[in-house]
């Protein structure tokens, strides 16, 4: 069975661009998370979904970030304007809810921000 | 806010020993769980703890909850190389098997 998979797995782009990270979750899951990673702040929460809906943005940095979920099996987290302190690896799990709540983990998208 | 906890945040160790990672929580959770992360790689899970008292180990580690005590340990025996990587307890933010709040991570240094 496939994983999360994340897309792309490297970015490098320009202060004040626009990034859009993507992800698919596990066939069947029905929740889905974003992190954040960086050696200053290790791993944040920055959203997550329950059956496609919103359930907590509280970790949402502020309001150039947006994340939203089309269909049941599909994810973005779009940054604009990008700056460099958003420079981190974004993870996205997926876990199927009202089970042990283990979360699986995608491959994670390194994003550099010049 | 919840709070989770590791010490120590570095340990170096010799192949060999034993030595315990220890997970602190703020919550009344009676959820833990432990993952691994090698560098620049994703995160691994390893144990998931869902009751007081719960006990599981899986080759060289062993993970116990001690929920009255919002603890958790991951022990080591007698460590090998392969085991060097970061080592991360999470707890459930809602207690409802939802959202997983990590701690900084324990990162593991195993030489001969």
């Known amino acids: 069975d496939a994983g999360v998979i994340q897309s792309p797995r490297h970015e490098v782009t320009e202060m004040g661009q626009e990034v859009t990270l993507r992800c698919k979750l596990i066939?069947?899951?029905?929740?889905l998370f974003w992190y954040r990673q960086t050696m200053m702040r290790g791993l944040e929460l920055l959203i997550y979904?329950?059956?496609?809906?919103?359930?907590?943005d509280s970790g949402m940095p502020e309001d150039r970030f947006s994340a939203k979920m089309p269909n049941a099996s599909f994810s973005t987290l779009k940054i604009q304007p990008s700056e460099p302190r958003d420079s981190a690896v974004y993870f996205c799990a997926s876990s199927l809810q009202g089970q042990t709540g283990e979360l699986f983990f995608g491959e994670g998208s390194r994003l550099t921000v010049l | 806010e919840l709070k989770v906890e590791q010490n120590p945040l570095f340990l170096s160790m010799q192949e060999g020993k034993n030595y315990t990672i220890y997970c602190n929580y703020s919550?009344?959770?009676?959820?833990l769980y432990w993952y691994r992360q090698d560098p620049g790689k994703s995160l691994e899970s390893l144990f998931v703890?869902?009751?007081?008292?719960a006990v599981k180990q899986e080759g060289r580690l062993m993970a116990s909850l001690d929920t009255k005590a919002r603890l958790s340990t991951l022990h080591i025996t007698a460590a090998v190389h392969d085991l060097s990587a970061t080592y991360f307890c999470?707890?459930?933010?809602?207690?409802?098997?939802?959202?997983?709040?990590f701690g900084k991570g324990t990162t593991l240094s195993v030489s001969s």
């Open positions: 919550t009344t959770s009676d959820r």
């Open positions: 979904f329950n059956n496609n809906v919103p359930i907590d």
């Open positions: 066939s069947g899951h029905n929740s």
């Open positions: 703890l869902l009751s007081n008292g």
């Open positions: 999470a707890v459930d933010r809602y207690q409802a098997g939802t959202a997983l709040i």
